[in-house]
């Protein structure tokens, strides 16, 4: 027998086979039992979902021998032709290539002949969004009066791309991305099929790559299996299609975690020595921490963190908070991005794994004003001892005609603060010499205005009560 690739050996003949649409094949099922049979289907959703293998299956449900039944026989010679694709009744459209106005034209005189050898006559239109405006309007009159043997099965990715007129006119479903578990449920069934041995993580690999299309799935199944001499590992699709294996990120990030950059700097070259490119690497730490930021949030599922979590050690996933991880995200989201313009990718990722080496230190914005409002309530509540500190003051705040030393030095003690001037000063040529010493009560109104611009400071000052000088020491006393 003939190779048959995987989506194609797989694909559902049944309703029952359809996986992961158990609400848009009950619906369907219970319609054909029922006999309502619509005139305009329309199946919407992601690529590689099964709206093709629908609207095969619901033609042969209703163009079966035994029918119409929501359970085709599929031996019947409708049944065995739709699957070939060959049955003269049902008619596949691919809506991409037959755009025109014309192409609907033809389909129009055409629906005024009976179905041949069935009792209906189908027409499939795939990704009928591509389908130009003159060309929807043609169908509309064509779907508003068909005659009773005509039914329109389209399917489309694009939703939002096919008019309202037509859209109202048909009963519509809507296809969903597939569960990550069903998916690899689905390959394990192949690879037992094919006698292929195959490891649950690597399944698990290609499950989540497949982003939720089960034929994406297969097809990456297949490609695997071509290079895996009879059994599937991460090992060998790591290094054949150039992947960064968990471990080695965990590795990476663990040295930068024990302040080891150069270590993990050189794992880093060692990947791309290995032959795996900087966009993939990009692509595996994103995914990465990703994932820690969804256990961080609580999130246990493996098939919604993308990877398997056991893999990840413990120390590992407390190590950030969820602002770090967020940080890191955001890292490489942007360095995705940014690679495009740059002029070394290769640089450019070794700036980040660098940059993630203080990731521990980083603090967003909430965390900080978070940490000031607990030291206000700390201070406020008189838990918190202040020790005697030395102020350093920015000598042109207080440069006044008192104050001409660059440099005074203001000791804080209770209320009292004493501000000595450190050495005897030699003004400036044509300037007159004064220090601490000169200064005087009745000079203060000048001091605060002098600190207008440093509010707090003239809030310092505006509260002296008293001026004392003594010697190279000034003493200040302040209402409390
Ligand atoms: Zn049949």
Request: glycine share 4%; aromatic share 6%.
């Amino acid at each position: 027998m003939a190779y048959e690739v995987t989506a194609t050996r797989k694909r559902p003949q049944i309703f029952d086979n359809l996986v992961g649409q158990e609400f848009v094949v009950s619906t369907i099922k219970h319609a054909i039992e029922q006999g309502r049979i619509a005139h305009a289907y329309l199946f919407s959703g992601p690529r590689g979902v099964g709206k093709t293998s629908s609207a095969r299956i619901l033609a042969r449900a209703l163009n079966c021998e035994q029918g119409p039944s929501a359970n085709p026989c599929g031996v019947c010679s409708n049944c065995r032709e739709i699957t070939q694709g060959n049955n003269v009744d049902v008619i596949e459209i691919d809506g991409a290539s037959n755009t025109s106005v014309n192409d609907i034209r033809q389909i129009k005189d055409e629906v005024l002949f009976p179905p041949q050898a069935s009792k209906y006559k189908i027409y499939i239109i795939d990704e009928v969004h591509m389908l130009s405006t003159s060309a929807f309007n043609a169908l509309l009159k064509t779907i508003e009066e068909p005659p009773a043997y005509i039914i329109f099965i389209f399917a489309t990715t694009e939703l939002q791309k096919v008019p309202a007129t037509i859209r109202s006119r048909c009963q519509q479903f809507h296809f969903q991305l597939i569960d990550i578990d069903l998916i690899k449920s689905c390959l394990l069934e192949a690879a037992a099929e094919m006698e292929v041995q195959a490891d649950e993580d690597a399944l698990f690999w290609i499950a989540k790559e497949s982003t939720g299309s089960m034929r994406d799935a297969y097809t990456l199944f297949d490609q695997v299996v071509s290079f895996s001499q009879g059994h599937i590992t991460m090992e060998k699709i790591s290094s054949k299609l150039g992947l960064v294996g968990i471990d080695q990120i965990v590795a990476i990030v663990s040295h930068l975690l024990e302040n080891k950059t150069s270590q993990a700097l050189h794992a880093v070259q060692d990947l791309l020595s290995a032959g795996v490119s900087v966009e993939q690497c990009i692509k595996d730490f994103t995914q990465f921490f990703r994932s820690l930021l969804f256990i961080k949030a609580g999130v246990v599922e493996d098939a919604i963190l993308g990877i398997q979590s056991d893999r990840i050690p413990l120390s590992l996933r407390n190590a950030y908070t969820t602002e770090q991880l967020e940080a890191a995200l955001e890292l490489f989201l942007k360095l995705y991005r940014d690679i495009r313009y740059s002029l070394n990718p290769r640089f450019e990722l070794e700036l980040a794994v660098s940059r993630l080496a203080s990731l521990t230190h980083i603090a967003s914005p909430t965390a900080l004003v978070r940490k000031i409002a607990q030291l206000r309530e700390e201070l406020l509540s008189g838990s918190v001892k202040l020790p005697v500190r030395k102020l350093e003051v920015q000598p042109e705040l207080i440069a006044t005609q008192a104050f001409v030393e660059p440099k005074i030095k203001a000791e804080a003690s209770s209320s009292v603060v004493a501000i000595s001037s450190a050495v005897p000063t030699t003004p400036p040529p044509g300037k007159k010499e004064a220090t601490a010493r000169d200064f005087k009560e009745q000079d203060l109104p000048l001091l605060v205005s002098k600190l207008s611009s440093a509010p707090l400071l003239s809030q310092v000052a505006q509260a002296i009560t008293g001026v004392h000088t003594e010697g190279e020491s000034l003493t200040l006393t302040f209402s409390t």
